[in-house]
């Protein structure tokens, strides 16, 4: 069997939990398909896959050996790349659509009427088909690839069960599976069991910023938020001297942003690490920051280890820590409205962004600002510093209970042997 594999070219959540996915699957010939962030992130983890095909333009040129790609396979998965799925129906190939961030997604439409579209949907051309979704919003393209797979797998979050619900009220017809974590997990088991290292951990602290890139950000346009990061660093070392070693790990790190420094006579080193390297450390260092991305988050948690959730990026951080509050990960998270009390953000994916973008610029460019942001995120560094081993397991033990549900890799094999 031969699966074609994508995601949504957006940060490093959909790729990650594609490469997952991937892993489980040793079986069949895995071949992904893909762009801009989701295709960097497939090269640096290329040992998921048998192939790794690049698409520099998928709506043009690269359209039709897309299409090639998809008569020559078997089956299809994507995570969250709503035109894959439009394209395998179009195709008349199964598809499995893996869904990390289900509750997320806004609707202005009625699902009773996105439903319709998907009904009437003209299957002669990906032209036609995706003309006739035109009118729908980019999180309403993702609902509707949830009603015309063939499965959807859904990753546990709070919300999930409710949209779920809502999903089945709309007669939806394609068969929708919950999970718990989509994550790597022979490669955490691994980085668990993993010989520690000579003399201790490599590093004292880890920061892992993520993928970054997405519709809006980029790592030099709309990068205010890493030239925040790059301020900051330096002042964190002063303020804390206890941080000798620092892991500064995520996609930005590949470019010139990269490389070891030496800060206050302590060593930074920034890196572009492929996942199976990260997460051994992410296993070994003592204390974490993360962009509070749901899959770095449950890599977390399964390695039994507690993070301290950095500065939303994007409105999906804003939405994965309001939806997080009342767990102890949640409670500590920093926020921008820890600078700027009273803050709203739209609620909207992309204006909350955009919002988010400008607010990392002001507080770069105030030095009042800015000062007030290195003082915020020190009374939480300290907070979270200052917790107890008990304190610190018994936050792992409350992710894991919102997070947890059927194994993924149980639910997934079962949808591709049947399939096959």
């Not at 995601?7 to 398909?33: D, M």
């Not at 060593?267 to 899959?295: K, N, Y």
Request: glycine share 8%; hydrophobic share 45%; with cysteine.
């Amino acid at each position: 069997m031969r699966i074609l594999m994508g995601a949504q070219n957006c940060g490093f959540g959909p790729a990650s939990v594609l490469v997952a996915v991937s892993r489980l699957l040793p079986g069949p010939e895995r071949v992904f398909v893909g762009e801009g962030i989701a295709a960097e992130f497939a090269r640096r983890n290329a040992t998921a896959f048998d192939g790794v095909h690049e698409l520099t333009d998928p709506y043009g040129n690269g359209a039709a050996f897309l299409d090639r790609l998809l008569e020559n396979s078997d089956q299809v998965v994507s995570v969250m790349d709503a035109d894959l799925v439009l394209r395998s129906v179009v195709a008349r190939r199964p598809v499995v659509l893996v869904d990390c961030l289900f509750g997320f997604w806004r609707h202005h439409h009625s699902l009773a009427r996105i439903r319709e579209l998907c009904a009437t949907l003209p299957r002669t051309s990906f032209a036609a088909a995706r003309s006739h979704l035109a009118g729908l919003s980019p999180h309403e393209r993702i609902l509707a690839a949830h009603l015309l797979a063939d499965h959807s797998v859904v990753q546990n979050f709070p919300g999930v069960s409710r949209r779920m619900a809502e999903f089945t009220e709309a007669g939806a017809e394609g068969v929708m599976h919950l999970t718990g974590p989509v994550v790597d997990l022979e490669g955490l088991r691994e980085a668990k069991d993993g010989d520690p290292a000579t003399g201790g951990p490599d590093y004292d602290l880890l920061i892992n910023i993520g993928g970054f890139k997405n519709f809006l950000l980029d790592f030099e346009a709309n990068d205010d938020y890493l030239r925040l990061i790059d301020r900051w660093i330096p002042d964190l070392l002063v303020d804390w001297p206890r941080f000798t070693r620092v892991l500064v790990c995520g996609g930005p790190y590949a470019g010139r942003r990269g490389g070891t420094h030496q800060v206050i006579g302590r060593r930074v080193d920034r890196r572009f690490l492929p996942q199976r390297e990260l997460l051994p450390q992410v296993a070994r260092t003592p204390h974490a920051l993360i962009a509070p991305g749901l899959s770095a988050l449950n890599e977390a948690a399964l390695l039994d280890r507690l993070p301290l959730g950095l500065h939303e990026q994007h409105y999906a951080h804003t939405f994965t820590i309001r939806n997080l509050a009342d767990t102890l990960f949640g409670c500590l998270a920093a926020r921008f409205a820890d600078v700027l009390p009273g803050l709203v953000l739209p609620e909207d994916d992309y204006a909350g962004t955009e919002a988010l973008v400008s607010i990392a610029g002001r507080i770069l460019k105030d030095d009042d600002l800015y000062a007030r942001f290195r003082r915020t995120v020190n009374e939480r560094i300290e907070q979270y510093l200052f917790l107890t081993s008990e304190q610190r397991h018994g936050g792992v033990a409350e992710l894991r209970r919102v997070l947890d549900g059927p194994a993924a890799p149980s639910v997934i094999a079962s949808i591709l042997a049947a399939a096959g």
